[in-house]
């Protein structure tokens, strides 16, 4: 996943940055000696410091912090230098269990489902306040533990999670059922009721922004919440917890347990308390959850999963507004989106023109600290994910792809890879058909229009797609024959709260954002009352 971008990229030259996007802001983080790479030797220097303690590590349940009940932590790392933050509380299914009682007790005895809608939307306004009011330290730790651009989180990133936070506040007071007409004398009338304990999965490339997309809709329809953060990045959920507490969310409505997948990830997913389950993550891992769900109570699992974006540049395009945009669509985040456009087809007529001045727009992306203002990349979130990457890459040299740029590490320190770019990749190649999530873009040659839907199409992925042209008609044709839950044309990775997010085939089910969402955490049960003597059906 990726976010919405302020404005469009088009009216930029190729060799703009994403700064532009960040100006106005000042960043309150320390200007000490940054680390800055360009694809030219790079030079070491200390990385920034950030300007915030980490002060909340313990696992966020019953509305207390509290250490894990083994006393067990583990270290979150800073993705820049690969050294520790902070440790912080490991989850297990003894918390799990804790987590769920208090998930239960909240919604069967406590105030909040049984809460007037109204109150519960003054509750979620008063969240987004105080996550707006805390903006620079949240995105500062977001930045630490992540890597990712701080001027991204900053002016992005969070004013996103306070939008979506606001946009389910206003929906909670206007969730409604139907009255039904029926053949005799009957009232018939629907309820819309929440699930019960929702159990939450988020992963680690928008860990903040993910935490909002899944607490938004769960506790506007009136339920509670287990929500497990990646092991990657805990740092801003747990401190976002103490916010809750401040917003005067009761106690037990959203805990937050900080833990590993197969232990404190399984235990949620298996619990039989847990009435529903979302996640965000991998296709692999999605598979698992609905096992574990399915093997125990049955309980209902939405999916937002892996990508292989196509995005398709047509022989009528501005080749260097769609060098542009078409970089921006996969090196965005690090190439850390599941919708990054990772197959950038190219029509034959433009192709070595396209290649050309894609490699010329990933030789000028500055890599380096992301706390430093003017970067465009920073590092990879981890050595696990580092590594995966880089193993691509080689796949794609050993292949027969020609690699046009990058293609290694940078530096000794930390986790940065150079923007890497492929051409003359086939699709069956596997940088052509598996979600690298990383900075390496595949272009790939196409000679009509039928040939590139077919090839679009022919990938187990139907998350996104990315479409680049100036006749209607064709941009008409793709909208419809494309087999993806998003379809974003002659733009990308425009996304908005009302805007719904998922995909086909084994990129998921279900949607994230808008009104589609709240479909997921309710329950329709129907009323059927027998009529004396009506005045009329």
Known sequence: MAIRMIKSRLSHSSSSSLAYLFQGRNSRVATTAALRYTTSAPIAQDPIKPSVNVEYTKLFINGQFVDSTSGKTFPTLDPRTGEVIAHVAEGDVEDINRAVVAARNAFDEGPWPKMSAYERSKVLFRIADLIEKHNDEIATLETWDSGKLYQQVATIEIPMIVRILRYYAGWADKIHGLTVPADGPYHVQTLHEPIGVVGQIIPWNFPLLMFAWKIGPALACGNTVVLKTAEQTPLSALYVSKLLQEAGLPEGVLNVISGFGPTAGGALCSHMDVDKLAFTGSTDTGKTIMSLAANSNLKPVTLELGGKSPFIVCEDADVDQAVELAHFALFFNQGQCCCAGSRTYVHESIYDEFVEKAKARALKRTVGDPFESGNEQGPQISSEQFEKVLKYIRSGVESGAT?????????????????????????????????????????????????????????????????????????????????????????????????????????????????????????????????KNPAWL
Not at 453 to 467: E, M, P, W
Not at 505 to 517: F, H, L, N, T, V
């Open 403 to 531: 690699l046009e740029t990058g293609g290694d590490r940078l530096g000794t320190r930390g986790y940065y890879i150079k923007p890497t770019v492929f051409s003359n990749v086939k699709d069956d190649m596997l940088i052509a058909t598996d979600e690298i999530f990383g900075p390496v873009q595949s272009i790939l040659k196409f000679k009509d229009l039928d040939e590139v839907i077919r090839r679009a199409n022919a990938t187990k992925y139907g998350l996104a797609a990315g479409v680049f042209t100036k006749n209607i008609d064709t941009a008409n044709t793709f909208m419809r024959a494309l087999r993806v839950g998003t379809i974003w044309i002659n733009c990308f990775d425009t996304f908005d709260a009302a805007i719904p997010f998922g995909g086909y085939k084994m990129s998921g089910q279900g949607r994230e954002k808008g009104e589609y969402s709240l479909k997921q955490y309710l329950q329709v049960k129907a009323v059927v009352t027998s009529l």
